[in-house]
Structures are given as structure tokens and as C-alpha cells.
């Protein structure tokens, strides 16, 4: 991974930090904050995830009439895991994160590049305010929305699982287990009370979506 360098990442998303620690905090992964006694950036990862769900939603609001189902589909798709992983290494900003001694070695995994993104998101936000990381979202997901426009909101395991089992009970009962970076939730997805699906993630939603794949690839039918 490149050694931390703010003038890079700023020529990347095109803003210069007033508060270049501000910066790095959004970059150093629990790990590295846990060696070197920093902050670690969850806490901004807390805040940008909730900046980026009411600018895509405020977007999405404006560009779809749509019902309340298909538009949070659609915000699911651009704001999962996956895809903001895959929009911070096409950025290369994933190249930059601050991670421990023994995690040097190791790809950072989806969901740390998307927790990077989004405590990106919230450092770009106290530093600039929200019309700038507006003008950046909106930016960088302007490809995602067109597609969107074009080819239709990819369904969920959830979304499908939902469809299939439309006249049947589905409940998800999910847990957290573990502190800090070793967290952890396991969901399992019971239809009318059966188990069918279990899956494991460092997110929630992950987690549960993991489930609903598993469910749908059972044997189970109604």
C-alpha cells in the first residue's frame, strides 16, 4: 500500500483540505490507529454514510418517479458495499489506506475500502460543507445513474427472495459479535419460522444479503 500523501489523494478528488489530518484520520483503518495510538476512522465512517444516503436519495428523489420499494432499490445499489469498494479502487484511493503491521501484507478487504469512501466523504464534508461533497457524489455517480436510467436497478438476494416468497413470513434475526475491526454480524433468514439462510459480514446489510443468497440457492421450496 502507497504511503500516505494528502496532495495525491486531493489531486484525485479534486478539493485541497484545510485540515490535512482531518484527511488522514478518514484514511487510517482501526489497525493502524490501535498501533500508533490515533483516531481511527470510524467515527467519520458513521457521518459519511449518512451524507451519502440523503445526497443519493435527495438524487434519486429528483430523477425517478418512482415508488417509495423501487427508489430505496435503487439507492441500495449505488450505496452497497461493492459498489462503493469498486468506485474508491477505480479512484485508487484504496492504495492509501493506513492499515497495521499485519494487515500490510493482505488486500484491503470490500468493506474497508467502502468505510474509507464513506469517512472520506464525511472529512470532505466538515472541511468544504455539503455543497462541494454534493458536486463530488454527484460527480463520481453520474455514470451509475445513468445506468440506472437506461438498464433498470439490479434486484437484491433480499428483493428477490421477498418476490419469490411474496405470501410467506420472512424475518431476518441478525446479531453483532466482536469489537472494533474484528466485528462481525451474523444473520439468519427464517421463512414461516424455518431457517433456510445464514451469512456473515462486517455489515449488517451485507450480512443479510449473504443470507437471502444462501435461502434462494436452498432446496427449500413453498
Known sequence: MRKFEAKLIEDIIGYDFHDKELLKTAFTHSSYA????KESNERLEFLGDSILSVVISEEIFKRYHKSEGELTKIRASLVSENSLAFIASQ???DKFLLVGEG???KQPTAAMIADLFEAML?????DGGIEKTKKFVLHIFESALNDIKKSGVPDSFKSKLQERFK?????????????GEDKYYTAIVLINNIACGKGQA?????AEELAAEQALKSTIRK
Do not use: C, P, W
Open 167 to 179: 405470501k410467506d413470513k420472512i424475518i431476518y434475526q441478525t446479531s453483532a459479535a466482536g469489537e
Open 34 to 37: 490501535n498501533e500508533h495510538k
Open 202 to 206: 462486517g455489515k449488517k446489510r451485507v
Open 122 to 126: 464525511a472529512a470532505f464534508y466538515l
Open 91 to 93: 479512484l485508487g484511493l
Open 103 to 105: 494487515l500490510k501484507q
